[in-house]
T-cell receptor, first 116, second 115 residues
């Protein structure tokens, strides 16, 4: 069975602090994809990153960085120098073709509050 | 604008009623996925259609049904509504059945409130 665990329900930081959001996944698929989405208070799901199971390179995009480690089944997300606009719920998701469809399995989300 | 259009954006209805949520996928996308986001269940996969055919079902109640039409738009029908059906319903589209592109494009969602 596929599963995504985001153990951190809510995190509060002060602006300019760095923060890491944890994501641990379980899958038996050999090919799978991992995603991070941001859900601001307005409700839409904003795509942040996609990573496939064959690409373990870390990625940096501006203040965002992602650390994918297959050995620990983790795909963690770090925001450097956090800003108030980063306040949102962040979802990690897993997608594989083990069941014949590329449905997403979402984690329960981490609510990030960045205080001014 | 993501290119995936969901209507209506908000819907308030009474228990026992039936509603239809509509999704127009991004131009050229053949796959449509429906997800439900509720406070107690989180974001859950409901159903997947590819080029008019149902491909997979998730945690979709029997009171719910969906279809994808020849023009590729999709509708999610919710009947005998209960208070617990109040949720944000997302539609997502992708070009293929698989993940050969950059994943899904999500619509902005329909917020359903059952009173």
């Amino acid at each position: 069975a596929q599963k995504v665990t985001q153990a951190q329900t809510e995190i509060s930081v002060v602006e300019k602090e760095d923060v890491t959001l944890d994501c641990v996944y379980e899958t038996r698929d050999t090919t799978y994809y991992l995603f991070w989405y941001k859900q601001p208070p307005s409700g839409e799901l904003v795509f942040l990153i996609r990573r496939n199971s064959f690409d373990e390179q870390n990625e940096i995009s501006g203040r965002y960085s992602w650390n994918f480690q297959k050995s620990t089944s983790s795909f963690n997300f770090t925001i450097t120098a956090s800003q108030v606009v980063d306040s949102a719920v962040y979802f990690c998701a897993l997608s594989g073709n083990g069941s014949g469809t590329y449905k997403y399995i979402f984690g329960t989300g981490t609510r990030l509050k960045v205080l001014a | 604008d993501s290119g995936v259009t969901q209507t209506p954006k908000h819907l308030i209805t009474a228990t026992g009623q039936r509603v239809t949520l509509r999704c127009s996928p991004r131009s050229g996308d053949l796959s449509v996925y429906w997800y439900q986001q509720s406070l107690d269940q989180g974001l859950q996969f409901l159903i997947h259609y590819y080029n008019g055919e149902e491909r997979a079902k998730g945690n979709i109640l029997e009171r719910f049904s969906a279809q994808q039409f020849p023009d590729l738009h999709s509708e999610l029908n919710l009947s005998s509504l209960e208070l617990g059906d109040s949720a944000l319903y997302f539609c997502a589209s992708s070009h293929t059945m698989g993940q050969m592109d950059y994943g899904y494009t999500f619509g902005s969602g329909t917020r359903l409130t059952v009173v």
